[in-house]
């Protein structure tokens, strides 16, 4: 072999070596930066005044998987959130989103640390074509003013079967969405659960929650159907809560793509049946407009009957995720 032939192959051999190491570290492992920014006016029901807001709250956080071979892999999902208007955290927690780390197999996902309700992001989330966000958000529809959003000290498992999907979470006895930290416990140690199906178009899902004071516990059910351009949605609930009131809820929902967006619309309602009293009877209509897949503009039309004063409400933004 000629010497500058030789020379030549020993100078790009390092060089070589950490492309090929590089592609298998890569393979083996990730880490992600994401997020979203969302900022606009907005006037929330009930108050008659127009503030610079958001519409969805606006958060970073970094998550990253590592494969372990054998089929096993380990993540972890670390999720802050903020006020674009004044860059205030929304909470005392630093990672009030999540802060998990998790290890999966095909038996199922174990994770463990500050997660979401299990029932709350595949079941009661699934009517709301706002995804529970801004002036239009039926949050309350969906756990009934009872549940919680998230749990503090929370294992959970996950598991998926073909169409169908099932989860089982406890957590440490405490309020998780409360204003300090450490937080208030609560009676009970949290326990909650869903079932899913999916076939095609065709979703269905139950969930089941005791967020962990003497009386109160939650049950959701919901649908979906996506058809072509549309897709649609429904959701009833019924629970209790610690003084044995009984509630129920029930929404519709339906969600359209244009060529340049989504329209939204939805009808929810949330009453008292124990005192006959309503607490959310809410209408909904919005719009998106996409000036990229990352980011659009929208504005949210809200009117709720069940609110004394200043009944109604809009937010008109943008938002970028990353």
Sequence with gaps: MHPNIMKNALKLFPLSAFVLLSGHVQAQSSLTLFGKVDAGLVRAIGTGTTTLGEGAQSRFGLRGTEDLGQ????????????????????AVRYFQGQSIVAIEGGWGKVSLGRDYVAGYTEVQITPDPFIHTGVSSFVSVGTGGIGTVRNDGAITYKSQLGAFGFALQTASDVNPNSATLPAASTIDRPVNGYLSYQAGPVYLGWSHENPGGANDSWNFIAARYVLDRWTLTAGFGSGKDNVNNKRKSAMLGAAVKTNAGRVKLSYGQLE???????????FAIGYNHDLSKRTFLYANLAHDKAVATNRSGFDLGLQHNF
């Excluded at 802050?80 to 929304?90: E, H, I, K, V």
């Excluded at 008292?272 to 809410?282: C, E, S």
């Design 272 to 282: 008292n049946t124990t005192t006959h009293t309503d607490l959310t009877k809410k």
């Design 71 to 90: 089929g096993l892999k380990v993540s972890f999902w670390l999720e802050n959130r903020f006020r674009s208007n004044t860059g205030a955290l929304t």
